[in-house]
């Protein structure tokens, strides 16, 4: 296979895995940590100060197989581990497929490559539930990872900023409550927590190269590190340049980003 | 010549005995100021447990490079407290190919932090005569260092690890060791000279510029020991990611071609292989002592910079 088809399907895969993860964690990682921030040294703030270590310093591969383990063991009827169970062909590796609907074949083309997407284009419902199955325990395991370190940015950012003076203004102005906290206090606490996410992304695609290994997932990582093992060169430079563009692009949007929550930098 | 100098405060040689006393004294007060936080206190507890582990295995363990197999057992044994466990297996069971779990991640814990502390301490040694000289001198030097060390940043750990790893052919030890060891110091070389940078303009360099000490001798007795602060912590807090790291390239693979390796991640894989639905101990328990060991380095790492971070210390 031609280096850039390679890419061409093997990379969405990663990057449905990074856009998922790192949505979620943010979704979940920005409240918390403000409630942590505002419940500072109380019970919410030590549980999510435990989970946050625990988080960061679990060993993504290991987390990986762990959840496998207690998915297999704990809840067998989901079904969420395992091969894709519609298709008789691998929709990784094909750009099309035959799949079976009931009994009869139908053509399954990968405009996108994304098979949560192509599900959706092609309206099979069955194969969109499937894809998004086996996208869950993946994306838990980058989530949990990665969540540790939004956590604490978030938290020790807005303990910061709420030492400030403009937020006691704030406050003896009267202001209500959340206004206070969402206005004043995690405003300039998201700053740090944004160059955070974009520079996790340099983690997470290290990380996405263990998660995909654990899950045989077949992306960027995965194909990475098989081309390492049997020897492939053009395989090795397209994924090294592959990671590098896509990190060169994170930065980018990440600064632009920080110039939009910010009124005071100015590109 | 080949007379002992005895200078006015007792230094032979160079050594001078009360500055001496005097940095042993601010680091019992560090101790104590450490031990009085209870999580610093327990990761320091655990990492000197740790320490203590691959000093053991280093002098009093037979072997202490290779697993033993038992290929007359070779179908894992789940250790006695687990649900359905016999005393047969022990208190850490076995593993694939009859591998004792308990003694085998003994010895991994030996492989894996004496690994990862050569990373960690040969990174933090270069980084910080680098990163010194980078912030002294300034100019042209510095310029090319931190656009270097931007580019290092910018690249996942992993995918340059697997790609010059490639490049050179080799997936040894030495070859793993040196490429980290090439990722690792611009962490140091950054937070020394960004030290370095406010402490040259501070008071007592001026002074011992002004008594005609080289910049070689400001750089090394003045300048570098005052910097050094923010490096403990981060050599805390890299042992348990570095060590994370070659469980991971062991698991993916990188062991050197030596099946029986010793090595935390290599353990999780010889679990794996042995369907790890079946025999669940296998993969959690190597997991678990990877994961002690991080947790502690954490909490040892910010109770460290607690301590350390004059502006912390209240």
Redo the contacts between chains.
Sequence with gaps: MPVTQAITVFFPQTIELAITSTVLATLIGIPTGTISALRKDKLPDHLTRIFA??G???????LG??L??MA??LFPQWEITGGYSLTGIDPHQESWAFIFVGDSPVLFSQPTHFLVVDAAIHGSWSVFVDALKHLVLPTLTLTIGVLGVILRMVRSGMVDSMNQDYVKTAWSKGLPDWVVTRVHIRRNALLPAVTVIGLLF??L???V??VE?VFAWKGI?YW??Q???R?D?GG?MG??LI??IF??LI?LIADILYAYLDPRISL | MGTVTVSRQGSILGFDAEAWRRRMREYRLLLKLLLKSPPAAIGLIIVLVYLAIVVYDQFFVAQNDVMIPNFNDTLPRAPFWWPGGTSAGGWFGTTNNGIDLGDAMLKAIRIDLMYSSFVVLFGALVGCFIGVFAGYRGGLFDEALMRATDVTYSIPFLVFVIAAAFAFGRRDFLTTNLILLALWWPTYARLVRAQTLSVKELKFVEAARAAGASDGRIMMKHVLPNTLAPVFVQISLDLGVVTQIFAALNFIGFNAGNLFLPELGNLIVIGDVASFTSYPWTVVLPGVVLLIFTVAVNLLGDGLRDVLDPRARR
Excluded: H, M, R
């Design positions: 270590l625990v960061y310093s679990i060993p993504f591969f290991w197989l762990l496998q383990i297999i063991s340099a983690g695609l290290g990380g190269v263990l290994d990582g990475a590190t081309a390492v093992l020897f060169p090795v994924t090294t990671f590098a990190l060169v930065n």
